[in-house]
């Protein structure tokens, strides 16, 4: 053996992983490339046929002819079947943007896509899932059960302004351990509830509050008092949250999200910031939590504002009547019985 065949073995090992690395790499980006090409191929295929059966009114059966004459044509291609050319078609409509197709969809592998299309109506959600699918590698049997989850309105529902009010890892953090909406079907409440009475039926559950909002949420008053010049101002609820080192203020709302609460919560957290904020504390959070909310109107009303806010929803139990109600409704159905027996 010469003396130049002799290779250390930790000189060799390093040179095979680089070369492994390479290669795994190389055929990550040929995957790519080729589903990416795939997928537009798809694209345009069920467009034709979505514009020759809407326009010109070809009828379903074109899509077994096609599917005949295509494999008859491509016999080593695979994907030609009357089931798949129906998915493309479904691909076509439901994305007719070509430029998000390929920015998006063509960077998934087919099968995904026909999760989107299976479980999913709306285009914003199957964008969204696309997006968490590429960012997050997740195979196909994940994304089925993160659209069973309903994982969209869990994470992406929730509005905030945190990339602007705070240092992005600050920011990161404090999104995911926010979700929407919340579940208070732990609390019984009959219809026509006053919104004070509403709230203290939130803290008379505190346990089941504290185990809805997730882990970290450390209670510490109801109806906290600050005062600002002569007045005095009451927050709902004041935590302070264990891992993002935090107060967080929490506004609960019974009825659909209003933009001035956004402007009465933004003064709020400067006030506690103000009062109560310690150096080592990052700055404080508020959640306005209300019954439902029109996304653009809340996303306008958290523009410009200093102070990290989000706008969520809460899930109430069915409204129970009232004892006030049940004696009315039991008074009319009497009359009524009374009234059928009159000759």
């Not at 479904?90 to 943007?97: Q, R, V």
């Not at 109801?222 to 927050?235: A, K, L």
């Not at 929803?313 to 009315?328: G, K």
């Amino acid at each position: 053996m010469s003396k130049s065949d002799l290779v250390p073995d930790d000189d060799y090992r390093e040179l095979l992983e680089n070369l492994k690395g390479r290669i795994r790499s190389s055929q990550i980006k040929a995957a790519i490339t080729v589903n990416h090409e795939l997928i537009r191929l798809y694209w345009q295929i069920g467009r034709d046929i979505l514009f020759r059966q809407t326009q010109e009114g070809w009828g379903s059966k074109v899509v077994n002819r096609l599917s005949t004459d295509l494999r008859r044509e491509f016999p080593d291609m695979t994907g030609f079947s009357p089931r798949n050319l129906k998915y493309m078609r479904a691909f076509a409509e439901a994305f007719p943007d070509e430029q998000i197709v390929l920015q998006l969809a063509a960077q998934i592998p087919w099968g995904h896509s026909q999760v989107l299309l299976n479980k999913l109506d709306d285009l914003e959600q199957r964008l969204w899932y696309a997006q968490q699918t590429l960012e997050n590698g997740w195979s196909r049997s994940i994304l089925t059960a993160q659209i069973e989850a309903d994982r969209y309105r869990c994470e992406a529902g929730v509005i905030n302004n945190f990339e602007t009010t705070l240092p992005p890892p600050q920011s990161d953090l404090v999104y995911q351990t926010l979700k929407d909406p919340y579940n208070l079907d732990f609390l019984t409440i009959t219809r026509g509830i006053q919104e004070k009475d509403f709230k203290r039926a939130v803290v008379a559950h505190m346990r089941e509050f504290l185990l809805e909002l997730g882990f970290g949420f450390s209670f510490i008053k109801q109806n906290y008092r600050i005062d600002v010049g002569d007045r005095e101002f009451i927050i709902d609820l004041l935590f302070y949250h264990i891992r993002l080192r935090c107060f967080v203020v929490i506004q609960l709302e019974m009825d659909s999200f209003q933009p001035e609460q956004s402007g009465l919560m933004n003064f709020y957290l400067s006030v506690v910031d103000e009062q109560e904020r310690q150096s080592e504390d990052q700055p404080t959070i508020g959640i306005i939590l209300c019954k439902d909310k029109d996304r653009t109107m809340a996303e306008y009303s958290l523009r410009g504002l200093s102070n990290p806010i989000a706008i969520a929803e809460h899930r109430v139990p069915r409204l129970l009547p009232s004892t006030e109600q049940l004696e009315l409704e039991l008074e009319q159905a009497v009359k009524e019985l009374d009234d059928d027996e009159e000759p």
